[in-house]
T-cell receptor, first 117, second 114 residues
Framework: AQTVTQSQPEMSVQEAETVTLSCTYDTSESDYYLFWYKQPPSRQMILVIRQEAYKQQNATENRFSVNFQKAAKSFSLKISDSQLGDAAMYFCAYRSPTQGGSEKLVFGKGTKLTVNP | DVKVTQSSRYLVKRTGEKVFLECVQDMDHENMFWYRQDPGLGLRLIYFSYDVKMKEKGDIPEGYSVSREKKERFSLILESASTNQTSMYLC?????????????FGEGSWLTVV
């Protein structure tokens, strides 16, 4: 079974600075998807960024980017120019390719990010 | 935008009560999910469904059941609520037609069992 590990339960960053959240995963599959989700205090889970394993290029969404190292099974999230609104729980998630119409996400335990003004 | 709506944000129930958590999505998604979120444990999958009347057990199905009579609605049922089921419950949906199969979440239902 696939597992996802986020080794940093909590992180903090100064406003306008850069922070990197770590995520590693374990799988025997060669094709899969990886995600970072953000959960602010309002509790709505929001997709931040998505990476397809077959793509070598790292995904980027505005101030959010990933460092995807497939051989090392590492998928870290970099937040540049941190803003107060970035404060949230961040979850790393793994998904196998769809099989027979069913699918599920496997989540890490989350990293709580605090942004200091 | 995809909308996943959970009808109750906050509930307080007594031990032994039957509890229904309702979830509706408005984007004709085939797949729907119920997760439970607890501090330090992350999100754990309870049940999921990839079609009407179809359901599959997730990682922690014990003490729960589900119902999917219509494509847009996925209900989580606690037949006899217990205090260890106090938690945040998240509903989600996704479509096989969408590239990357992004999963969209509702706002969550916070259940307290006393």
């Amino acid at each position: 079974a696939q597992t996802v590990t986020q080794s940093q339960p909590e992180m903090s960053v100064q406003e306008a600075e850069t922070v990197t959240l770590s995520c590693t995963y374990d799988t025997s599959e060669s094709d899969y998807y990886l995600f970072w989700y953000k959960q602010p205090p309002s509790r709505q889970m929001i997709l931040v960024i998505r990476q397809e394993a077959y793509k070598q290029q790292n995904a980027t969404e505005n101030r959010f980017s990933v460092n995807f190292q497939k051989a090392a099974k590492s998928f870290s999230l970099k937040i540049s120019d941190s803003q107060l609104g970035d404060a949230a729980m961040y979850f790393c998630a793994y998904r196998s390719p769809t099989q027979g119409g069913s699918e599920k996400l496997v989540f890490g335990k989350g990293t709580k990010l605090t942004v200091n003004p | 935008d995809v909308k996943v709506t959970q009808s109750s944000r906050y509930l307080v129930k007594r031990t032994g009560e039957k509890v229904f958590l309702e979830c509706v999505q408005d984007m004709d998604h085939e797949n729907m999910f119920w997760y439970r979120q607890d501090p330090g444990l992350g999100l754990r999958l309870i049940y999921f469904s990839y079609d009407v009347k179809m359901k599959e057990k997730g990682d922690i199905p014990e003490g729960y059941s589900v119902s999917r009579e219509k494509k847009e609605r996925f209900s989580l049922i606690l037949e006899s609520a217990s205090t260890n089921q106090t938690s945040m419950y998240l509903c989600a949906s996704s479509s096989d037609r969408v590239p990357g199969n992004t999963i969209y979440f509702g706002e969550g239902s916070w259940l307290t069992v006393v």
